[in-house]
Every structure is written in C-alpha cells, then in structure tokens.
C-alpha cells in the first residue's frame, strides 16, 4: 500500500511515516499543501493522510483539488480540531475519514488499512489465495496454516500480489506500492525480494512469473 503522509510538524508526520513503514507500506512524505500537490500529480496513493491546518495551500484546498481530479486516493483528515461540526466540515470537503489528534496510533493504522482496501471491487480484510492467507492487521501471513516470516518488504509484496486477486502486477507497480519514491528504478530489489519470497513461500510454487510483463499470484 502506498501512503502520503502530509504534517506541517516534521516531528509529527516523519514519526507518523516511520510507524506506518513499520506496518508494510511505503510512505513518502509532504510538509505543506503544495508539496503534497506535487506528489500527487506524478504518484498513485492509496490513502493520503492530510492534515488540515497546513502552510502553502491550506489543506482543505488540497482536499478540495484532489476531490475535483476525481483521484482514487482516500483521504483520512488528521487535525487538531475534533469537535462534531469540524469533523461534519471535513467530511464535507470529500474526505473519506477524520481523525482527530491526539490520536492512538494504532486507530491510525487501522483506519489508514481500512481505506486502503476500499477499492473496486472492496477486498476483504483478510485475503487469501492459493493456500495462502494473509492478514494485513495482524501482519499474519500463513501458507495451508502454517505461519511464514516475512520481512517488510516480501510481505508488502505479497499483500500487492493478492490484492491483484490473479491479475499481472508489473515490477513498475510493485516498486510503486511497496517501496517509496526514492527508490531506483533501475534496481533488482524487486527480483531479490521475490526469489526470497518465493523460497519462504516453498512448493508447489505460487507466484509466477510473466516473461516481459510482471508477476502475478
């Protein structure tokens, strides 16, 4: 899952991206409204946590501009303003959730993945496939019920390959989802990373590889 955390308060949004990183997913960061413009006109986030009160553009305009490219990122609002009628406004601005700070981190994760799999068509919560099973809250992978270990970079795969539910995932898109953007494009940590995962998965083999075009699950 690709995340854009936006917070004007370094402190705040690098511990928030270094927690979520934690949980599998690649998160790039934006400390005010047009920094977090930019990033959306080149790269496809699955959730965007925006903050409202931000310098720059004000986040309810980043809102309102992302809300009007009809984008497919959901929006989880985070701001310092939690009472009723400013959730209501927030909410009406078009985001898809409202979190108020402070905040307990692990609602944060919670909701950030539960955006996450409101996709057409909406994934469950769990996903399996192949007699593979994989709880994304849980950070749970198990393969015919028995548990595998993966690292945070196979699972972030993995995940991406199921949430595809049989369709080819290019290496474009795995670098997209499960790394940030400072990654090199031309690097082989995707074909690294699914020679381990595929070892740790074992046999009969269940990811293959689509010659020219990606791998798909």
Not at 66 to 78: G, K, N, Y
């Amino acid at each position: 899952m690709r995340v854009l955390v936006v917070e004007d308060e370094r402190v705040l949004a690098d511990a928030i991206a270094t927690g979520l990183r934690r949980e599998a997913m690649a998160v790039d960061v934006a400390y005010d409204g047009a920094g977090a413009l930019e990033r959306t006109g080149y790269i496809d986030y699955d959730v965007i946590v925006l903050d409202r009160d931000l310098p720059k553009v004000h986040g309810d305009e980043v809102c309102r501009r992302l809300v009007a490219q009809r984008t497919s990122s959901r929006i989880l609002m985070l701001t310092a303003a939690g009472d009723v009628d400013d959730k209501v406004e927030g909410l009406g601005l078009g985001a898809d959730d409202y979190l108020a700070k402070p905040f307990v981190f692990i609602e944060l994760v919670a909701r950030v993945r539960a955006l996450g799999r409101r996709s057409a068509p909406a994934l469950p919560p769990v996903l399996e496939r192949g007699g593979v099973r994989l709880d994304p809250g849980k950070r749970l992978v198990t393969r015919d019920g028995k548990e595998i270990s993966l690292t945070k970079k196979e699972f972030a795969v993995l995940e991406e390959l199921m949430r595809a539910e049989g369709a080819v995932v290019s290496q474009e898109d795995l670098l997209d989802k499960a790394w940030d953007e400072n990654i090199d494009p031309f690097t082989n940590v995707v074909r690294v990373t699914m020679m381990t995962l595929r070892k740790k998965l074992g046999d009969p083999q269940v990811i293959e590889t689509v010659p020219g075009v990606g791998y798909k699950l």
